[in-house]
């Protein structure tokens, strides 16, 4: 049996899922999440930082699990993506919390800081044309 989970995405046109795919299971934490089909099973937190941070509380209360680091590194991708290396007004002190709980299971939040926000040609940030200089004739 196939099940469809949807994972930070408010409705089915944003995740670009042909009409004849059930979803079965979405978690997210968008106000304006429009999935109101009683089949389907909501895990929705408009409060969350991010829906990574549902995910890790979710992970988190199932009976012993522990966080490899690769599993800690995706989900502190997806909380540092949602507030903007925590930056944004949702940033809550639980978010830090969680954060630091991923850090202690080997998130690799430096890699993430520069894949996110240092990986990029400041041609492709800026614009080629501001790099360039007028030639002399």
Known sequence: CDVTVLLDTPNCKRAALPEAVPVHVVMDHHIDNSFSDESVIRYLDATAAATADLVFLLIRSMPDWQFNARCATLLM?????????????????????????????????????????FNFLMEHIWGYNFFRFPQKA
């Open 77 to 117: 991708l997806g909380i540092v993506g949602d507030t903007g290396a925590f930056r944004f007004d949702n940033t809550r002190p639980e978010t830090l919390q969680d954060a630091s709980e991923l850090l202690e299971a080997g998130a690799e939040y430096r890699k993430i800081i520069h894949a996110l926000f």
